[in-house]
C-alpha cells in the first residue's frame, strides 16, 4: 500500500579533515569542512601548506601516500551511497558509483534500488513478514553471500516443499547475482556435477531439500570420515595448517571409494530419494571429478586448506546447491530423458 512507504534520505554529516601526520607542525593547514555524502561534488581547498624544509606534493587518503592523491583545489565527485544503503553493496562499495555506469552496467543506484526491492519482497514472502524485519535480512545479506539461496529455501520449507511464485524467485536471483559472485559460481560447478551423478526422485513435498543435497552432504560425511582416519588430515585440522600433497590425495581417494560404494547400494537397491544416472566407468570418473571440486576448489582453495572453515561453509553452499537444483531440475531431467532414450536405441546400458 503506497500510503505506508516511507522513504527516509541518510542526511548523515561528515568531516573532511586535513592533517599534518609527520609532525603536526606545518602551516596554513585547510580548516575541516563538513558535508552530506550524497551533496554531489566537494571542493578541497586552495591552501598549500607550508614546512621548513619540505616541498608539498598533495593530499593523500592513506599516511603512507599509498591511497587516493588530490592536490589543492581539486573536486571530489561524492557519489557514494550513504550509510544506510552501503550494506546493501557490502564489498563493492569501493569499486560502485551511485550515479555513474560502465557500458551495459547499471549504475550503483540502480543496484541499490534492486536490492531493497528484493529484500522488501523477500520479506513479504516469509515469516515474519513485518517491515522491522527487512533489517535482519539485510544484515544476513552482508555476511553470507548465499542469503539469497538461503531466502529460497527457507520458502520451500514454510511451504512444504512448494517452489516460490514470481517475483519471490526473481528477488533471490537478484540477491544472488549482485552478492553471489565467485562462491555461487563454484555452487553451480558442485551442483551441475552432482546433478550428473544423480538425480532426485520428485520436486516437491517433503523431504526436498535432502533429496537436493545428497550427493553434497554425503560427499561431506566421506569427508569428514576420511580426515579422523588420516593421521596427517587430522594433526593439519589441529594445527591450523594446510596438510601434503599426499595427504590430499589420500584424502580423494577415501571420499571417492566412500561416495562411490553409497551409490552403487543405491543403484542395486532401485530406491530411495535419489536415482543414480551414471554407471560403471562413468560413475567412478564423475565422483572422482565432484571430489577434485571439493577438495581443490573448495576446501584448499576457498577454504585455504583450513577444515574447520570449510565445514562452516556446508550449510551456505548446501543453500546454494538447492537453490540451483530446483531451478534447472526439469531442464535436467528432459535431457537426461532424451539420453536414456539414445541409449536404449543403441543398446547402452540405462539404470532401468
Known sequence: DPKDLTLQLDMTVCTLSFQDTESGDAQNIPDPISFHPWSGTLKIPDNIPEK?????TGWNTEEDGSGTAYAPGATITLDSPPLALRGLLGERTDIVSLYGRGKGERSGLEQVLDLSAALWTVTTGLRPNKDKHVSGRLELLN????????FYKEYGRENDGQSPYSPFDVACDVLLKTRGGELMDLVERIAQKSLEIALPRGA??????????LVFRETISAMRQAQKVIPEM???????RRPSEHGIAELKRLMA????????RRQESRRGEIYVRAWGEDLGRLVGEFVDILVDDLYLGRA??????????ENSLANGIYYYTDRHLREVCNEYNQQKVTRKENGQQTDE
Not at 621548513?52 to 608539498?56: D, I, K, M, Y
Not at 555476511?143 to 538461503?150: N, S
Not at 587430522?234 to 591450523?240: K, L, N, P, S
Not at 585455504?304 to 561453509?313: E, K, N, P, T, W
Request: charged share 30%; no cysteine.
Open 304 to 313: 585455504g586448506g583450513s577444515f574447520a572453515r570449510f565445514l562452516r561453509l
Open 204 to 213: 516437491s513435498g517433503r523431504g526436498k531439500a535432502r533429496r537436493y543435497e
Open 52 to 56: 621548513s624544509g619540505r616541498v608539498f
Open 234 to 240: 587430522r594433526e593439519a585440522a589441529i594445527g591450523q
Open 257 to 264: 571409494g566412500t561416495l562411490l560404494k553409497g551409490l552403487e
Open 143 to 150: 555476511v553470507d553471500p548465499l542469503a539469497g539461496a538461503r
